[in-house]
Structure formats: structure tokens, C-alpha cells
């Protein structure tokens, strides 16, 4: 009997769930409030991690930026001081386990307790599986992936004692579905994706209810980082690569209306579905047939350009 009433409860609850997801599509959410919280991005000093910075300091949050670039996070800082909010920018290696740990003690030291928590820092090694030295494979590994892990336990402790907070975990959509020639960033962001939906899943579990967790999964944006990468013609000019501002802006829609996932396009939901419910020939024709297959190979020859006139660049410095 009791089997029954919680199938019962269970369909309405599923019912009401879908029906909130579609009220949410048509109309616009409502946002909290996060003036005066404390919120940590880390790869502040990159294109979409400034953005993220300006657009949590516009709501009023107070910074704390993390990255390995000081002086590109310094500038992050400096523009977000303009916005009348406090800033405090560390240096610091995601790829290393005692880099997070040692820098988060400072932050809650020197600080506070960090209310929310945006991990956007992530790199990509740009090179072709057997020609790529292990350690670029493995450096994406620890950035993308590993040190999730690292931050969520300097930080959800205290989270968890308030039961207040949020993690915001910038994925991608090749956290969702794959294509060829990034092994490494594909497997380091379906680890992301892994991650935060099982720690989603403790929260609930634990009743938690008080901490709301993000999970960010856009398509290719136009900042550099992955520079040349392409699909077909026609397609591409049907779904272009994304604005930067644009992608920042509609994450903190997502983040300030406690949504629990966004594809950036909304589109990117398709690739996702279809991966699951087509078999895999299906898959690999529609991806042929939209350029989406060898996408990543003028990626991987502009990085390849990139790395050797640096090399040239370096190597006429020396004279
Ligand atoms: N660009 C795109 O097409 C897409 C990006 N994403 C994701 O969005 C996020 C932001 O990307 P985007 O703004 O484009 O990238 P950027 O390269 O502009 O920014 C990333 C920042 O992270 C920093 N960083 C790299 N490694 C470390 C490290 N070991 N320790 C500390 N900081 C580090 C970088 O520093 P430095 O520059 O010195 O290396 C840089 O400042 C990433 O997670 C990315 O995977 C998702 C979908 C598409
Ligand atoms: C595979 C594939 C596509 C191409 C996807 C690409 C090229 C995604 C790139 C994403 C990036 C660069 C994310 C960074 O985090 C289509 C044409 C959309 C649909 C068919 C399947």
C-alpha cells in the first residue's frame, strides 16, 4: 500500500517538476538576492571568468578571484573595485592539490566564508592524442576535473554548517556529448558533469536544501580558447559560436534563478538527447553530416601555428 501512495506522490512530484521546467522556459524566473555574499570565481583572469567577476559585483557580491595569471586577475580585480564592492585577488595553481588547500586557508583566514562558489577556471591541451606530451593530458585532468574536488572540500564544510550557499560549475557542452581529436577536455568535462550532478545528489540526500549547485554547459564561445574550431558552413551559421557576454549573462540567469542546469544554446539539449537514445552509427552520421565530427582539427592546427611562433617569438628573444 504504502509502494502505491509514495508512486503516487511521486508521479505528482515528477508531474509538478516538468510543468515548474516549462513555466521557467516561458517566463522569467525569479531571482535572488546575492548583495553582500561572498563569492569565489576561480580563472578570474580569463575572458569569461572577468565577465562572471563584473556581473556577480553588478548584483553587489563581494570577490575573491583565483588564478594563475596574476597579473590578468589583478586586472579583473581593479575593474571590479569600479563596481563599489570588495575584491581580493590570490595567485594560484588549480592544477596542484596543496596550491587549493594552501590558498583556500588564506582565504577563510584573511576573509571569510565564501557563500558561493563559481568554478570556471579550465584549459584544453590542443593537440592530437599521440602527439601530445602526457603532461598537457594529464594538466587537464587536474584543472577541469581534480581540483573540483580540491575546492568543493576547502569550501562546502562551511557551507554546510549554514546550510547556505551555492557551486556553480562551469562545464560544457562537451561535458554532454563528445567529438573527436579532445580526449582530454571531453573526459575532464563529463568528469565535471559527473561530479556535480553526485554531489547534487548528496545535498539532496542530506537535505541540504539550503545549498543550490549550477551546472553550466555552453557550446563553443568566442574568447580564443578554442580559436578555429568550426562545423559546417551552413550550419555553423545557424548555430554561431556564442558571444562571451552573452554566455556569462545567461549562466547568472541560471545561477540567480537556482536552476539546476543550462545548455547555452538551448539547442545543445538536442546533441545531448540524441546521444543517449540514437545508436552510436546514427550519432557519427549526423555528426559527419554537420561538420561536427572533424571540428576540432583547425582548432588543433591553430594551436599548433600558436605554439611554434611562440617558440620563434622566445627563441629570437633570446637574442
Ligand atoms: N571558450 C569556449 O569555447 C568554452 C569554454 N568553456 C569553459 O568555460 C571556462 C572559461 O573558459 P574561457 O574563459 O574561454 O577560458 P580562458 O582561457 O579565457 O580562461 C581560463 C582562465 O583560467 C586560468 N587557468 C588555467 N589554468 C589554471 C591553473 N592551473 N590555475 C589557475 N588558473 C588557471 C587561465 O590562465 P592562463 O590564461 O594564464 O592559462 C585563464 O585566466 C572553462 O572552464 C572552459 O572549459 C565551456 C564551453 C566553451
Ligand atoms: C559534435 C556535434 C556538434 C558540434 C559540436 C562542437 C563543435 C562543440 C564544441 C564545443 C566546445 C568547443 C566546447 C567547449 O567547452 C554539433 C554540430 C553542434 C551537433 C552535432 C554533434
Not at 62 to 73: G, K, Q, Y
Not at 91 to 102: A, F, G, P
Not at 116 to 145: H, K, M, S, Y
Request: glycine share 6%.
Amino acid at each position: 500500500m504504502s509502494l502505491i501512495v509514495d508512486l503516487l506522490l511521486m508521479l505528482i512530484d515528477v508531474t509538478y517538476s516538468i510543468l515548474c521546467a516549462v513555466v521557467r522556459t516561458f517566463l522569467h524566473p525569479r531571482l535572488k538576492s546575492i548583495d553582500g555574499e561572498l563569492c569565489l570565481i576561480t580563472g578570474a583572469g580569463g575572458v569569461l571568468g572577468r565577465l562572471f567577476a563584473l556581473e556577480f559585483a553588478k548584483e553587489g557580491a563581494h570577490l575573491i578571484l583565483w588564478d594563475c595569471n596574476t597579473a590578468a586577475n589583478e586586472q579583473t580585480a581593479q575593474l571590479a573595485r569600479k563596481l563599489g564592492v570588495e575584491v581580493r585577488a590570490y595567485t594560484v595553481d588549480l592544477s596542484k592539490r596543496q596550491s587549493i588547500y594552501e590558498t583556500a586557508g588564506r582565504v577563510r583566514a584573511e576573509v571569510g566564508d565564501v557563500s558561493i562558489l563559481v568554478n570556471n577556471a579550465g584549459v584544453v591541451a590542443g593537440q592530437r592524442l599521440l602527439e601530445c606530451p602526457d603532461e598537457l593530458l594529464e594538466r587537464t585532468l587536474l584543472v577541469n576535473c581534480h581540483a573540483l574536488f580540491w575546492m568543493t572540500k576547502a569550501f562546502l564544510p562551511q557551507m554546510k554548517a549554514r546550510n547556505h550557499g551555492h557551486i556553480v560549475t562551469i562545464a560544457s557542452a562537451l561535458g554532454l556529448f563528445t567529438t573527436a581529436f579532445v580526449e582530454d577536455y571531453c573526459a575532464s568535462k563529463f568528469g565535471a558533469v559527473g561530479f556535480h550532478e553526485s554531489l547534487a545528489h548528496e545535498l539532496r540526500a542530506e537535505n541540504h536544501y539550503g545549498i543550490k549547485t549550477t551546472l553550466v554547459c555552453p557550446y563553443i564561445i568566442d574568447t580564443g580558447m578554442f580559436a578555429g574550431c568550426e562545423i559546417r558552413k551552413e550550419i555553423q551559421s545557424l548555430i554561431p559560436p556564442l558571444e562571451p557576454l552573452y554566455t556569462a549573462q545567461q549562466s547568472m540567469k541560471a545561477i540567480l534563478g537556482e536552476q539546476e542546469m543550462v545548455c547555452i544554446p538551448r539547442i545543445m539539449y538536442i546533441p545531448f538527447i540524441a546521444r543517449a537514445l540514437l545508436p552510436w552509427e546514427a550519432n557519427v552520421v549526423t555528426y559527419r553530416f554537420m561538420g561536427g565530427d572533424k571540428s576540432m582539427l583547425p582548432f588543433i592546427k591553430n594551436a599548433e601555428m600558436k605554439t611554434l611562433n611562440g617558440h620563434m617569438k622566445s627563441s629570437n628573444d633570446a637574442f
